[in-house]
């Protein structure tokens, strides 16, 4: 089994409920010990507790299974505002949200208004009493970003 989906099962085994979700698992090893990030988010969102409630879990699975010969670091985050949307859960998470959507050959922006299973649907403003509605296939999305509003 790879290393990142071993990882996986022991961090999805670590979650403090049903609504929580691994988005990514990155591990790196430049300099020093290897860094092993897991990204996690939930239905209802992420604590900080509940961070670190996963690591203290997941710190302890990985050692017991003996992953690592070596030293290494584990971080639990939540995904920033600078990470793209990944998986569909965390879509429908974000319906009413707007969002930036980079296709191949142009972004567009607009509310989440729907999620299906092969594609979103975003609402643009083309006037101030006028909308019109966009379905975006996922095989065309190649990021999509959470827009934050500061009104």
């Given at each position: 089994m790879e290393l990142v989906e071993e990882i996986?099962?022991?961090?999805?085994?670590?979650?403090?409920n049903e609504s929580q979700f691994i988005v990514d698992i990155v591990i790196s090893s430049k300099r020093?010990?290897?860094k092993v990030l897991v990204i996690v988010d939930g239905d209802q969102g992420v604590t900080i507790d509940h961070c670190a409630?996963?690591?203290t879990?997941?710190?302890?699975?990985l050692d017991d299974a003996g992953i690592f010969s070596d030293h290494y670091l584990l971080e639990v985050s939540t995904p920033g505002l600078d990470q793209p949307l990944k998986l569909k859960r965390q879509y429908k998470k974000n319906i009413?949200?707007?969002?930036k959507v980079k296709l191949?050959?142009?972004?567009?922006e607009g509310a989440l208004s729907d999620v299906t299973?092969?594609?979103i649907a975003l609402t643009q403003k083309v006037s101030k009493k006028e909308t019109s509605l966009i379905e975006i296939p996922f095989e065309e999305i190649e990021k999509a970003?959470?827009?934050v509003s500061f009104k």
């Open positions: 996986r099962q022991l961090a999805s085994r670590a979650l403090v020093g010990p290897k409630d996963i690591s879990a997941l710190s302890k699975s009413g949200r707007n969002l191949r050959d142009k972004t567009i299973e092969n594609s970003f959470v827009l």
